[in-house]
């Protein structure tokens, strides 16, 4: 069972290691992440794909565009989690 804090810690070293230069400041769960201000389109597609591959999960491109903050990204993460894994 995965727990929440468990894919935080690892979506941020994902963000930290595939695009540290698009990120000012500490990581939070409330930090913007898709917008011109954070990450790039091609940097957030790597991160998600990254995330994907990594917890064996598939996020319908439609849900990629509600995915604004770090928060945002590892509630998506958990709802696509199979549900022995939650």
Do not use: C
Not at 10 to 26: C, F, L, R
Not at 36 to 42: L, N, R
Not at 75 to 85: A, F, N, Q, R
């Amino acid at each position: 069972m995965i727990t929440r804090d468990e894919v935080l810690a690892k979506t941020k070293k994902v963000i930290m290691d595939n695009v540290p230069e698009m990120i000012k400041g500490e990581l939070t769960e409330d930090t913007v992440l898709n917008n011109e201000t954070a990450i790039d389109s091609m940097g957030f597609i790597l991160v998600v794909t990254k995330l994907e591959g990594m917890f064996n999960i598939h996020i319908p491109d439609d849900k990629w565009s509600k995915m604004i903050t770090l928060g945002d990204i590892v509630d998506t993460v958990m709802k696509y989690l199979p549900k022995e894994e939650q």
